[in-house]
Structures are given as structure tokens and as C-alpha cells.
Nanobody
């Protein structure tokens, strides 16, 4: 079973930075798309940033120029560097990985979520 472990959340003042990490383990043969989602209280979960196996990236408009997603395929890990944080970035952040196992099964795995709180 593929498992994801997130780290890096916490409390930061507005204008500060945080780096989230999400490491995958298990019978992973390949990982295609990696992404970070967030869910603020009372709001729907939204895609913040995504990165394909080829390195293509996409971002929600509200974080463009401030957040950077990257991946290390050798470590089955995806990162989210968050700079110039704003109070409206406060949310629980979830990583999501899609790929294939050694048993030729596809997987769509989610991290446990990490809380990011930005104080004004």
C-alpha cells in the first residue's frame, strides 16, 4: 500500500516562508502527477499547485509568483516552497500523488494533511 507522509506545516507571520514536504513509500513503480491541495475552514478543497512527471507545473492564480512546487523522483517526494505567505493562505494542506505500483495497479494517494497558519 502506498503511504504519504507530510511535514513542514506550522505557524508563521505574514510575509514569512514555509516549505512543505511529502514523501511516498510502498511498492511504487512510477509516479505521474504530484500535487498540493488545501482546504480552509468552511471552504472546498482546492488545487494549489501540480507538477507532472515531465516537470510541467501549474498553480492557482492566488499563489502564482509566491509558491513553487518541485519533485525529487529519486526520493518519491514532492515539495511546496511557500514564500510571502498571507493570512488567506491559512489552511490544511494535502499532497496527492498518482502513479502505478509494481503490481501494475494505479494509485491515487493522499497525505494526512498539515496545518499552515499565517498570522497577520
Amino acid at each position: 500500500q502506498v503511504q504519504l507522509v507530510e511535514s513542514g506545516g506550522g505557524l508563521v507571520q505574514a510575509g514569512g516562508s514555509l516549505r512543505l514536504s511529502c514523501a511516498a513509500s510502498g511498492p511504487i513503480s512510477s509516479i505521474n502527477d504530484m500535487g498540493w491541495y488545501r482546504q480552509a475552514p468552511g471552504k472546498q478543497r482546492e488545487l494549489v499547485a501540480g507538477i507532472t512527471n515531465g516537470g510541467g507545473t501549474n498553480y492557482v492564480d492566488s499563489v502564482k509568483g509566491r509558491f513553487t512546487i518541485s519533485r525529487d523522483n529519486s526520493k518519491n517526494t514532492v515539495y511546496l516552497q511557500m514564500n510571502s505567505l498571507k493570512p488567506e493562505d491559512t489552511a490544511v494542506y494535502y499532497c496527492n500523488l498518482k502513479g502505478r505500483t509494481f503490481y501494475f495497479q494505479t494509485f491515487n494517494a493522499w497525505g494526512q494533511g498539515t496545518l499552515v497558519t499565517v498570522s497577520s
